[in-house]
């Protein structure tokens, strides 16, 4: 029973800054990868970031490299996303992923996971 649930999201104006949290419970959480992806109006599910069993390893779309950061918290079985220097292109519903994993890599395909939370939305305003 497998359970995530996002909070955080909100209205900022561009070069805001955002962080969303995703509570975890009814798995082993350090056993997972996680990973958040984002999907805004009419458009498909988009990765935006994944990290390790670990924490040790990171990965991100281009597109938010050097202004969001993923991190993890294996003892309160929280995975963060801090979003700094935000856009209108940001503009989205924000999801957690988790997926048991083998080998301490991030995943990065939406395909991958298995679990997923029910999102918090993310409004950039112009």
């Known amino acids: 029973q497998v359970q995530l649930v996002e909070s955080g999201g909100g209205l900022v104006q561009t070069g805001g800054s955002l962080r969303l949290s995703c509570a975890a419970s009814?798995?082993?959480?350090?056993?997972?990868?996680m990973g958040w992806f984002r999907q805004a109006p009419g458009k498909e599910r988009e990765f935006v970031a994944a990290?390790?069993?670990?924490?040790?390893?990171?990965d991100y779309v281009d597109s938010v490299k050097g202004r969001f950061t993923i991190s993890r918290d294996n003892v309160q079985n929280t995975v963060y996303l801090q979003m700094n220097s935000l856009k209108p292109e940001d503009t989205a519903v924000y999801y957690c992923?988790?997926?048991?994993?083998?080998?301490?890599?991030?995943?990065?395909?939406?395909?991958?996971?298995?679990?997923w939370g029910q999102g918090t939305q993310v409004t950039v305003s112009s």
């Open positions: 009814g798995f082993t959480f350090q056993s997972y990868s």
């Open positions: 990290i390790s069993r670990s924490g040790s390893i990171a």
């Open positions: 992923a988790a997926q048991f994993a083998l080998f301490d890599a991030a995943m990065t395909t939406a395909s991958r996971y298995a679990s």
